[in-house]
Nanobody, 123 residues
Framework: VQLQASGGGLVQAGGSLRLSCTAS????????MGWFRQAPGNEREFVAA????????YYADSVKGRFTIFRDNAKNTVYLQMDSMKPEDTAVYYC?????????????????WGQGTQVTVSS
């Protein structure tokens, strides 16, 4: 599985960005697709995920109410709409896929990782 992410950039606090990630290669009947992020000096942190079959969504408490994850099945693409952004959202964001994953917040449960895209929120 190859993951191609895009949409990162620089935004002012309170602004919005939308990340996208397209999966290609192998397909699975049931998997999670989502995002982690890592700021300098920090561990990778779960952001959000969506179950491809059924559409259940999962969010970190830190982004709940501000970020929205959604998918386009026909394009094999997941999006992360980030609103009301804060400087603490600054990080490299990684697109991930986990096959049969039942623990969305555990990075060890995701087999495939994209290359990362930088998101910077200025104060």
């Amino acid at each position: 599985v190859q993951l191609q992410a895009s949409g990162g950039g620089l935004v002012q606090a309170g602004g919005s960005l939308r990340l996208s990630c397209t999966a290609s290669g192998r397909t699975f009947s049931n998997y999670l697709m989502g995002w982690f992020r890592q700021a300098p000096g920090n561990e990778r942190e779960f952001v959000a995920a969506i179950r491809w079959s059924g559409g259940n969504t999962y969010y970190a408490d830190s982004v709940k109410g501000r970020f929205t994850i959604f998918r386009d099945n026909a394009k094999n693409t997941v999006y992360l709409q980030m609103d009301s952004m804060k400087p603490e959202d600054t990080a490299v964001y990684y697109c991930v896929v986990g096959v049969g994953t039942t623990t969305p917040v555990d990075p060890r449960r995701y087999e495939y990782w994209g290359q990362g895209t930088q998101v910077t929120v200025s104060s």
